[in-house]
């Protein structure tokens, strides 16, 4: 078995199992680990990540090795475009019975039993420290959204209730209003900014879900993020709606 230099950060491979009896041709990034590969093949092949294992073949369908370490990059095995992965399950499951839906036995369990379970998917993804369970990534997704709000939170204290604005939104002309409110809302985290457009370009009548933030005609008001309004000098323009 040769192995090459890989420098392409995705790869194309055919997806089997022992589930199933067709295969599927899909591109996977390198740099997922084996658990995390493993994930992406449960919405291929219908078996639990935990009950998998991973046989390599070459384009020519000749054995390659197992993909048997869970904390490994895909890219780690000598995995190159239209070399096969199958997939062998050991969940107890019969060849065919994920393809006809009709037969699959449907049930409910509770959280406390599927939470004794040692073979499920959260189990799983415990024990790899993925998704919801990566406490690091999860602390620095915490540590991102409270700066973000620390930053929003600066930018709103320099925008006065009543001041004269110019909306910039990234794909949309300039728009002038006045600043109706500024502060958290009930609809999305954050700080908004509520604005009362001179002409109707807006969204809303200054309510939301039907909490009233402000008051305006229909069509005249909206919220925004502090970062898209500038406080200034700002007279009214005529767009020329009232000709349409």
Avoid at 36 to 49: D, I, M, N, R, T
Avoid at 56 to 78: H, N, T
Avoid at 87 to 115: F, N, P, T
Wanted: aromatic share 10%; proline share 5%; net charge negative.
């Amino acid at each position: 078995m040769e192995v090459t230099g890989l420098s392409a950060p995705t790869v194309n491979v055919f997806i089997s199992s022992s589930l199933n009896s067709f295969r599927s041709q899909k591109r996977y990034s390198r740099s997922l680990t084996v658990a995390e590969f493993k994930c992406k093949l449960q919405l291929v092949v219908g078996s639990p990540a935990s009950c998998m294992e991973l046989d390599l073949y070459g384009p020519d369908d000749k054995f390659y090795c197992k993909l048997d370490q869970d904390d490994a990059l895909l890219g780690s095995y000598p995995v190159d475009d239209g070399c096969r992965i199958h997939v062998i399950d050991h969940s107890g499951a019969r060849l065919g019975e994920y393809e006809d839906m009709s037969k699959v036995e449907k049930y409910e369990i509770s959280q406390e039993a599927y939470e004794q379970r040692q073979n499920s998917i959260r189990s799983f993804l415990k024990r790899n420290k993925l998704g919801r369970f990566n406490e690091e990534e999860r602390a620095q997704q915490e540590a991102e959204n409270s700066q973000r709000l620390i930053e929003e939170e600066a930018q709103a204290s320099t925008i006065p209730v009543g001041s004269r604005c110019e909306v910039r939104a990234a794909g949309q002309p300039p728009r002038r209003g006045t600043v109706m409110y500024v502060g958290l809302t009930d609809f999305k985290p954050g700080h908004w900014i509520g604005v009362r457009y001179d002409e109707p370009l807006g969204k809303n009548d200054g309510s939301v879900n039907g909490k009233r933030y402000f008051e305006c005609q229909a069509k005249y008001g909206a919220f925004v993020k502090p970062s898209v309004v500038t406080v200034g000098d700002f007279p009214e323009e005529d767009y020329g709606l009232d000709e349409m």
